[in-house]
């Protein structure tokens, strides 16, 4: 396990760097610090400091499986979460107020409490299983019920892939640290280990939908009398759990509350606090992330908390490092929640006087101050370069060979653009030290990505732009095209809710920087799907509203794009058939069985191209 400074004391690069690197440990089942802390300490922080950062308005990554991806019919969203009584108190406040708008009685709201499952996140559509992914598109890996997983009830839709408490107790504990680290190597194995096939035949790897499990129901008034009881009655399921789930029953609450890009508000997750402990910093590192920002990790004395060896902490910005004289040889106190990321509380004593670097520690410029924080203003200070290109990577999602190291090989050489790395020859990689075949992979992988549908939010939001991570790209394509960029003034994009004049001006500024980049990315063939515009929603004179719609088969059009053109004519895209369903669009290759279903159910069968037709006929 890692130790990560104190939140309080990291600057915001290494803020940004801890909740990353902690969040992708906890997704591949390798933890280095409780959740708890990750977010009681380290998630906190952030908020504290930037209410709207990106990193806590999206939703975070499980790993890549394999390359055969799915779109999810809708996205699985992360859940908010809530470490005491205050924090529930105020989510119930925000219940109650959506309830008076539509006029529902506060005693009539309904509440339900389940387990939350600490396994990984998968949905059951239409008979494909696939992983959470980035929320949006997660992997295929419906073999894995061919190699016997077992699937818990009935039930599709949301759930989680899962080991037996009991069983990973029993006989794994002394092999694997956590019983999520277990089912992360079963999923992506390449060849089943002895383990792995005691536990397929034992039947103790289970797929379990969240409506297989137990669950609570009852008021406000009665849950809060008795929140702790009740949260550990139904985390008493046989499975390995991090909290439990409460979430409003009544559909039109849910509807007045709506979700964010990151989680639904009419639901939250009750999580415990993690434990404390004290240690010593040896010694303070200054990092450049992406944006130029310098920024401070605490390397600390070894101490071990919640199953986790701490050993670096971050340490916020050099502001903080000022404001509480943080130096070598202090002792502090941290925290640790959730198996996730250690978190700085506070300084408990020490006489050293603070370091503040003079110049970047990776290209030497002369460091400037912004409120708080260091910042290299080089646009060519290699971290920055390579974080970007970095990030472009990681945002797009759809090409895995290009990680930290690799990307740093290709820096080396003197490519330092996407320009420059999407003209790469497979002669040239080998040349920089790839062998022969990672070459030719990674040639495959970023042809790949321009013959892959990304939507065009994520898209650019890859760029990196200060201010426009994934939630805020949407917002912002939704009243302009992505085209028409260049052209936007900051009143325009100031004027458009969710933005104020001072991001305008940023993201304007950068635009015409970036513009080039993104031009030529988009000329070399990205397939981007256009986010609906707001103008051209027609929900209040479609015919179309409030119908139930699923599309099914192979698409000559994005299905995405289809899902999101019916959604702006009113309609609602459920998971799966039902006696509400009205329309089955579908495309090829649909199975005999899904259109007798529909037909039995008395749902309307129809073709891509009629649905185009009658899309077209209700915008009148």
């Known amino acids: 396990m890692a130790i990560y400074p104190p939140a309080s004391e990291l600057t915001d690069s290494e803020l940004e760097h801890v909740i990353k690197k902690a969040n992708k440990a906890y997704r591949l089942g390798k933890p280095t610090i409780e959740d708890s802390i990750y977010d009681h300490e380290y998630l906190a922080e952030l908020q504290r400091r930037y209410p709207e950062h990106k990193l806590l308005h999206r ?10 991806k799915v779109k999810h019919l809708r996205p699985m969203l992360s859940t908010d979460k809530a470490y005491s009584i205050d924090d529930m108190e105020r989510f119930f406040q925000r219940v109650k107020k959506a309830a008076d708008k539509i006029a529902v009685n506060h005693a009539d709201i309904k509440v339900r409490v389940t387990a939350k499952l600490d396994g990984l996140a998968a949905s059951l559509e239409q008979g494909v299983l696939a992983t959470r992914g980035n929320g949006e598109s997660g992997t295929n890996v419906t073999h894995v019920f061919d190699l016997g997983v077992r699937h818990v009830g009935h039930d599709t839709g949301l759930g989680e892939l899962v080991l037996t408490s009991r069983y990973f107790d029993e006989f794994l504990k002394d092999e694997f640290t956590h019983p999520r680290n277990f089912m992360v190597g079963l999923v992506g194995a390449d060849k089943i280990n002895q383990y792995a096939e005691a536990a397929l035949l034992a039947g103790a790897a289970q797929f379990v939908p969240y409506t297989a499990l137990k669950n609570w129901q009852g008021s406000i008034a009665e849950l809060m009398i008795d929140l702790e009881g009740i949260c550990k009655s139904v985390k008493a399921c046989g499975y390995p759990t991090d909290g439990a789930v409460i979430d409003i029953i009544n559909s039109e609450i849910q509807l007045e509350m709506g979700s964010t890009n990151h989680h639904h508000c009419y639901q939250i997750a009750k999580k415990d606090l993690g434990e404390r402990s004290q240690t010593i910093i040896e010694d303070i590192l200054w990092q450049t992330g992406r944006t130029g920002r310098v920024t401070p990790v605490f390397s600390v004395t070894p101490v071990f908390i919640s199953g986790a060896t701490i050993r670096r902490v971050t340490g916020h910005h050099a502001g903080n490092i000022l404001k509480d004289n943080i130096a070598t040889g202090d002792e502090i106190e941290i925290s640790r929640a959730g198996e996730v990321i250690p978190k700085y509380e506070r300084k408990i004593s020490g006489q050293g006087s603070p370091s503040i670097p003079k110049v970047c520690p990776s290209c030497l410029s002369t460091l400037e101050w912004d409120n708080d924080f260091l910042v290299c203003y080089e646009l060519n200070c290699p971290a920055q370069l390579q974080a970007s290109l970095e990030h472009f990577f990681k945002i797009i999602g759809n090409v895995d060979l290009l990680g930290p190291k690799s990307i740093a090989k290709i820096i080396a050489f003197g490519v330092v653009t996407l320009e420059g790395i999407y003209q790469l020859e497979q002669g040239q990689l080998e040349a920089m030290g790839f062998g022969p075949k990672q070459s030719e ?46 052209t936007m003034t900051v009143p325009v994009m100031s004027a458009i809710n969710g933005f104020g004049e001072l991001t305008a001006q940023a993201v304007v500024k950068q635009l015409a920087h970036k513009w080039p980049t993104i031009r030529f990315l988009m000329d070399q063939g990205f397939i981007l799907e256009k ?19 699923i599309f099914t088969g192979k698409m000559l059009r994005s299905r995405r794009a289809m899902q999101e053109q019916a959604l702006a004519l009113g309609c609602e895209v459920p998971g799966s058939l039902s006696q509400a369903t009205d329309y089955l669009v579908c495309g090829e290759n649909v199975g005999a069985s899904k259109i007798t279903r529909a037909t039995d159910l008395a749902v309307k069968v129809i073709s891509e191209s009629e649905w185009v037709t009658l899309m077209n006929e209700s915008k009148v």
Not at 59 to 68: A, I, N, R, T, W
Request: without cysteine; aromatic residues 6%; hydrophobic residues 40%.
């Open 59 to 68: 939703v975070e990554k499980e790993p890549l499986f394999s390359e055969q």
């Open 441 to 486: 992979n990674i040639i495959q992988q970023l042809e790949r990505s321009l013959t892959e549908a990304v939507d065009d939010y994520r898209f650019l939001a890859a760029f990196g732009l200060n201010r426009l991570g994934v939630g805020d790209s949407r917002r912002l394509l939704k009243h302009i095209p992505l085209d028409q960029l260049p």
């Open 531 to 549: 986010t609906v515009l707001e103008r051209d929603k027609v929900i209040a004179e479609s015919v179309l509203s409030g119908k139930r719609v």
